[in-house]
Each structure stands twice: as structure tokens, then as C-alpha cells.
């Protein structure tokens, strides 16, 4: 099983408007970045880049997270880097499953992540 390390960030509106509550979290597995990103409470978008090795992969991890942190709303971390385990199988349908496949691969890593990673505390 390869081994993966991922990270999150959030940002929270000062508006009362919840919908505008946003996360990003960032998985690296092996040469793949898996971003998944969107409003709280959905399950988001993914966008999925594969690299030539695991540091191109991590290093771009690095700048997308610094790009977020100094927006004009910054992101503000929410749960602790953590390295988990993704099952083989995950990581290749993720690549190149059907979209159904993908979309259970993906939702699979996630939860591993999250299952993984504890949150921090929260500014409110």
C-alpha cells in the first residue's frame, strides 16, 4: 500500500452567509496531488495531477497551500499534516477508473485522510 501525506486548510467568511465557508485539502500519493476542494458540507470538486516524481508533487502541494494562505481571506490550517495509507487499487481507479470508480477511489482516500488527521482548534 502506498503511503500518502496529506493536509487541510479552511477558510470561514465573517459574512453570516455559511454557504461562503470553503476547506481545500491537499493528498499527495506517490507522484499524485489530489486536490479536493469546495463549500462545507459538500463533498467538493477534485482535480487530479500527476507528476514526474513525489517531491514535484510535494513541492507543488507546498505552493498551492501558500497561495491559499495569502489570499486576501486566508485559509487558515484545520487539520494536522498526517501520513496515511491508500490502497493500490484506490490509487489506480482514481487514475484511470470509470468515473464511477474514480469518484468512490477518491472518496475512499479522503476518508482515510480525514480518519487520519486530527482537526486543530478553531478560531470562531
Not at 486548510?9 to 499524485?32: A, G, M, P
Not at 508533487?57 to 496515511?84: C, D, H, I, M, S
Not at 477511489?105 to 479522503?110: D, L, Q
Amino acid at each position: 500500500m502506498p503511503r500518502a501525506l496529506g493536509w487541510e486548510v479552511r477558510h470561514t467568511s465573517v459574512s453570516t452567509d455559511r454557504n461562503s465557508d470553503k476547506f481545500y485539502r491537499l493528498l499527495v500519493v506517490d507522484d499524485v496531488l489530489i486536490v479536493n476542494y469546495g463549500r462545507m458540507g459538500s463533498a467538493g470538486r477534485f482535480k487530479i495531477t500527476q507528476f514526474d516524481d513525489v517531491e514535484a508533487a510535494r513541492e507543488n502541494a507546498l505552493r498551492l497551500t501558500g497561495e491559499k494562505e495569502r489570499q486576501r481571506e486566508a485559509y487558515l490550517p484545520f487539520r494536522e499534516p498526517a501520513v496515511f495509507e491508500v490502497h493500490d487499487d484506490d490509487l489506480h481507479n482514481c487514475r484511470y477508473g470509470s468515473a464511477s470508480q474514480s469518484q468512490q477511489a477518491k472518496t475512499r482516500i479522503v476518508r482515510a485522510f480525514t480518519d487520519a488527521a486530527p482537526t486543530l482548534p478553531w478560531p470562531h
